[in-house]
Each structure stands twice: as C-alpha cells, then as structure tokens.
C-alpha cells in the first residue's frame, strides 16, 4: 500500500524566514511519481512540482526548492524568503505508474507567514 | 476560461434531496477525477474516468452517482447523501499516456449537508 506523512500540522513564520515542509512516503512500486500541491483559501490545488523515482536531482525554482531522498523515503520541500502570499495549506501526494494520477495525498501541512 | 471549472461553488443540501456537481475541463484532457477532501481525512481518490469510461471506483457508496457524457464533462449524481458526506468535492483532470503528467484541479464545490 502507498502512504504518505506529513507530520508537521501547521507552521508559522514571519516574513522572510525560511521553511522547510516534509514529506516522508511508502511504496512497494519501483517506479513512482511525487508531488507537491498548494491549496490557497480559494480551495484549488495548485501544482508545485513532479518528481518521478528515478529523478534524484533537487530542483530550484525561484524561491521554492525540493529535496528528493529515495534513501530516506523524503521529499522534502523548501520556501526561501517566505512572504505573506505562501500562506496555504501544502499538499504531497504520490503516484504509481498506472496511468493515471490515482494521488495518494499526506494531511496536508498548513503554512501561516506573518508580516 | 480557467483549465478547470467546478459548479456550484457552495452547495447546501438535505438528506432527502438529489443534486448534481459538474465540472469542466478547458485543457483538452483524456482523464477526468473527482477527490473528496473531508476535515478530518487526507484527500481520497473518488472515481477515475480515461475516454468516458469508469476505470476507478474506489468503494464509493453508491448514494455518489458519477456520469461522464465527454471527456470534457464529469458529473457527480448525489442523492439521499448523509450529513457525513459533507466536504470539498474535487474535480481533476490530467493527459494520460506520455508517462510524466499531473493532474489539474478545479477550485471545489463546498457540500453541506444538513
């Protein structure tokens, strides 16, 4: 079975601050996606980021970079220099290769950037 | 057009009524989901449709009747829903068949039922 924890509830920063999110995951498949989903107040979920299990490489986009352990079963997530505008709900999510996105989410990890 | 579009927005409902959610894919998409997302339980996957044909139906009463007519439309038929049902219904969709993708997702439809 696939499963995906995300332990941290709720973090709060204040501007400016750096913040990590993590994501720890279990799947049995070798082959294998993970994501990254942001959900503002608005509801949608806004897509982040794809890493399949055979791409190790971090990744840097602007403020955002992810860290991807296959040792570890992480995949963590960084935002540099929060700002108020990251306030939301985080999301990880994992797929097998079916052809389909059937995402198993984690419970989501509520950020709160203060001024 | 937004890629995703999920109506209504907020729906209130009671026990004995029967409602429609609709969504509608702007992306040119062959994939269509629908997600529930409860307060107290991480998102879970409802129904999976590829080309208008059920390939997911992951042991969802059957009181949540989903229809898709085209792969640009997706339905969720409710009825006789139960005041646990009420949550954040997700709609999603993806293009499938290339290997890497990811899915889409529309704002929710908030369901109340009272």
């Known amino acids: 079975a696939q499963k995906v924890t995300q332990a941290q509830t709720e973090i709060s920063v204040v501007e400016k601050e750096d913040v990590t999110l993590d994501c720890v995951y279990e799947?049995?498949?070798?082959?294998?996606?993970l994501f990254w989903y942001k959900q503002p107040p608005s509801g949608e979920l806004v897509f982040l980021i794809r890493?399949?299990?055979?791409?190790?490489q971090n990744e840097i986009s602007g403020r955002y970079s992810w860290n991807f352990q296959k040792s570890t079963s992480s995949f963590n997530f960084t935002i540099t220099a929060s700002q108020v505008v990251d306030s939301a709900v985080y999301f990880c999510?994992?797929?097998?290769?079916?052809?389909?996105?059937?995402?198993?989410f984690g419970t989501g990890t509520r950020l709160l950037v203060s001024p | 057009e937004t890629g995703v579009t999920q109506t209504p927005r907020h729906l209130v409902m009671g026990m004995t009524n029967k409602k429609s959610l609709k969504c509608e894919q702007h992306?040119?998409?062959?994939?269509m989901y629908w997600y529930k997302q409860s307060a107290k339980k991480p998102l879970e996957l409802m129904f999976v449709y590829s080309l208008e044909e059920r390939v997911e139906n992951n042991s969802v009463p059957s009181r949540f009747s989903p229809e898709c007519p085209n792969s640009s439309h997706l339905f969720l038929h409710l009825h006789t829903l139960q005041p646990e049902d009420s949550a954040l219904y997700l709609c999603?969709?993806?293009?499938?068949?290339?290997?890497?993708?990811?899915?889409?997702f529309g704002q929710g439809t908030r369901l109340t039922v009272v």
């Open positions: 999510a994992l797929s097998g290769n079916t052809g389909f996105q059937k995402l198993v």
């Open positions: 890493r399949n299990s055979f791409d190790e």
């Open positions: 999603a969709s993806s293009q499938e068949g290339g290997g890497n993708t990811e899915a889409f």
């Open positions: 992306l040119g998409h062959n994939a």
């Open positions: 799947t049995r498949d070798t082959t294998y996606y």
